[in-house]
């Protein structure tokens, strides 16, 4: 009697230890499965991503090559529309034509645009915001160059003599006599400002001397 009973004892721990195991077998088994379907989808996602880009990459070289002017600005407009690298390049393909076409307004607009659409991204937006202060400082407001340097970024000494630069343009351009001796020497004296920009403004001032 005891044999039969310690013999149930033993099938009943048997049985709890199977289903123990059973039970964490299940859990390990869909653990794995839910993390092999994660690994599917986060390798379907980078495959369209890549894939998108190379589609990007191709429109944009042949809008690129294209010798038709409204075949151009449709491909370009479109891929614009688009997120990443290719759709800030066609946007600034735009703008260089606008700028050659000397609607320098509509460039102006198209460069601001721009900038409000990557304000996260301050290099690319100090970059892109003083290329359009030095295309456009002759061709509109002051006030419209004030706004395009609110983009650089200033805690950044790369830019702050490119900076710098554009207010000394502004002060000629305003004839503003004690803005620019002061900007000068604000240029000149900063350790920080590249020797390059520092020669342009000698030699501004030098031709100013004869004027």
């Given at each position: ?55 990007l990459s191709i429109m944009y070289d042949n809008a690129k090559s294209t ?129 390059a920009i520092k020669e342009r403004v000698r030699k501004i001032n030098e031709?100013?001397?004869y004027q």
């Open positions: 009697m005891e044999t039969m009973i310690d013999n149930n004892k033993k099938t009943s721990l048997i049985n709890q230890a199977r289903t123990l195991f059973e039970n964490k077998f299940k859990i390990i088994i869909y653990t794995i499965l839910a993390f092999i379907f994660i690994v599917i989808i986060f390798q379907y996602y980078f495959y369209q991503k890549e894939k998108k880009i190379l589609e010798l038709d002017i409204n075949g151009f600005n449709q491909q370009m407009n479109l891929i614009a529309k688009k997120n990443g690298v290719f759709s800030l390049m066609a946007s600034l393909d735009l703008i260089e034509k606008n700028l050659v076409n000397k609607d320098y307004n509509l460039a102006f607009n198209e460069y601001l645009k721009i900038l409000k659409n990557n304000k996260s991204k301050t290099i690319y937006n100090s970059i892109i915001a003083l290329h359009a202060a030095y295309n456009l400082i002759d061709y509109v407001s002051n006030d419209n160059i004030i706004n395009l340097l609110t983009f650089i970024d200033k805690s950044n000494n790369e830019f702050i003599g490119y900076k710098n630069e554009i207010e000394y343009l502004l002060s000629i351009k305003n004839n503003d006599i004690a803005k620019k001796e002061e900007l000068t020497l604000k240029i000149l004296n900063n350790d920080i400002i590249s020797e031709f100013e001397k």
